[in-house]
């Protein structure tokens, strides 16, 4: 496994920025691409942008233009950019890693960090 933590969550006001970190410790040789995750009560959690190992990203619709997923690969740390927050962005941040490679037969694993909170207030 691979420990992954989150850090830089908060309270900001709507307009605001948060830039959130993602740090894997431990055998990081399989991870194929990391993520950002949210989750808001009562809701389902929901991709909110993903990095292959090849630095290829993707982004949910709602954040597109305002947030910005990045990496580290000398200090096994991920990042994410927040700027013009909004409101509907409150939500508990989780990192995801995704683990595939020969040495575990092609074994697709999820390691999921403990989430850190962002709140954005009106």
């Known amino acids: 496994q691979v420990p992954l933590v989150e850090s830089g969550g908060g309270l900001v006001q709507a307009g605001g920025s948060l830039r959130l970190s993602c740090a894997a410790s431990?055998?990081?040789?399989?991870?194929?691409?990391m993520g950002w995750y949210r989750q808001a009560p009562g809701k389902e959690r929901e991709l909110v942008a993903r990095?292959?190992?090849?630095?290829?990203?993707k982004y949910a619709d709602s954040v597109k233009g305002r947030f910005t997923i990045s990496r580290d690969n000398a200090e096994n740390t991920m990042y994410l950019q927040m700027n013009s927050l909004k409101p509907e962005d409150t939500a508990v941040y989780y990192c995801?890693?995704?683990?595939?490679?020969?040495?575990?037969?092609?074994?697709?694993?999820?390691?999921w960090g403990q989430g850190t909170l962002v709140t954005v207030s009106s």
């Open positions: 431990g055998d990081t040789i399989c991870i194929s691409a």
């Open positions: 995801k890693a995704e683990k595939y490679c020969k040495a575990t037969m092609w074994t697709y694993v999820e390691v």
């Open positions: 990095i292959t190992s090849g630095d290829s990203t």
